[in-house]
């Protein structure tokens, strides 16, 4: 589906995005970028930015401050808010609009039993996990959808997530905790990978800013390289390991079966995982 198709949503038939901080904001950015009218769009936010304020009056889209400033019955509601609010924000939403529109989340640990708790048992829900990388188009986000969900509720979800990257269908909600723990979180993973490479330059006796240059850009091209390339992650780090040469030697540490990346990466994954867990038990 395209966003810039009239079909799509329509100020009769409007996209409400509720709440717009980081993720909201990289979202909003990416369908207007995709042609999705602003006249379609209304956004309730509190405490709008001058940076939002700003794109509103550029786009064309509508910034309210209260629910009871959305006068048009949504065809979509995009939920922005922290998992804490929803017990709040919900009922007065389910209120005023039923289970007249698709209902999306972005909400972290938040499961569809809550959400159809909140917004009534027979409400049309996606939940999605998305990650940081979509304020440059670069995202990847995990889908699930509840029973009462439609193909077109669907292909509508999609539609809106492949703005800013990638999108999977995942066979059950349990899998967002492993999401959450590869892809939501993993962009912290990278940046600390940063860190880290820049930390073992200056160990080196490179000066910072040089170190963290040299780390940011290799990760950077690296990424990069990997994206273009069709071939495997482990083809690509044998291409660049002579045998018997440095690479090979810092591999040697990092691929240690014991220490290294991947048992430090698998119990971090988890790690995060459980904790989404945890979080969903207790929404």
């Not at 079966?257 to 038990?281: D, I, N, Y």
């Amino acid at each position: 589906m395209n966003l810039s198709d009239p079909a799509a949503f329509s100020p009769d038939a409007p996209l409400v995005l509720l709440g717009c901080g980081k993720m909201g904001g990289a979202l909003l950015a990416g369908w207007l970028e995709q042609g999705l009218s602003g006249a379609a769009v209304q956004v309730i936010e509190p405490a709008p930015s001058p940076e939002l304020n700003a794109l509103a009056a550029a786009s064309g889209f509508t910034v309210v401050s209260a629910l009871d400033g959305i006068t048009t019955v949504p065809k979509a509601m995009l939920l922005a808010i922290k998992p804490q609010m929803m017990a709040d924000v919900l009922p007065p939403v389910a209120a005023r609009f039923g289970e007249a529109p698709l209902y999306v989340s972005i909400a972290a640990g938040t499961g569809i039993d809550t959400f159809e708790r909140l917004l009534g048992a027979n409400a049309r829900i996606v939940r999605v996990m998305p990650n940081t990388p979509s304020a440059v188009a670069k995202g990847a986000s995990a889908l699930f959808a509840n029973t009462h969900a439609t193909d077109h509720d669907k292909n509508l979800s999609a539609a809106l997530l492949d703005a800013v990257g990638i999108t999977v269908w995942l066979d059950a909600e349990a899998q967002m905790d492993a999401v959450t723990g590869v892809s939501g979180s993993g962009p912290a993973y990278v940046f600390h990978l940063i860190e880290a490479l820049a930390q073992g330059g200056i160990a080196e006796g490179l000066a910072p800013e040089l170190a963290m240059r040299l780390a940011r850009q290799t990760v950077i091209g690296a990424a990069a390289l990997a994206d273009a390339s069709s071939e495997s992650a482990g083809t690509l780090r044998k291409n660049v390991t002579s045998p018997g040469g440095t690479t090979a030697a810092a591999l040697a540490v990092l691929m240690d079966a014991e220490s290294g990346f991947p048992a430090l990466m698998t119990r971090g994954v988890c790690a995060a995982a459980e904790r989404s867990r945890e979080l969903s038990k207790n929404s």
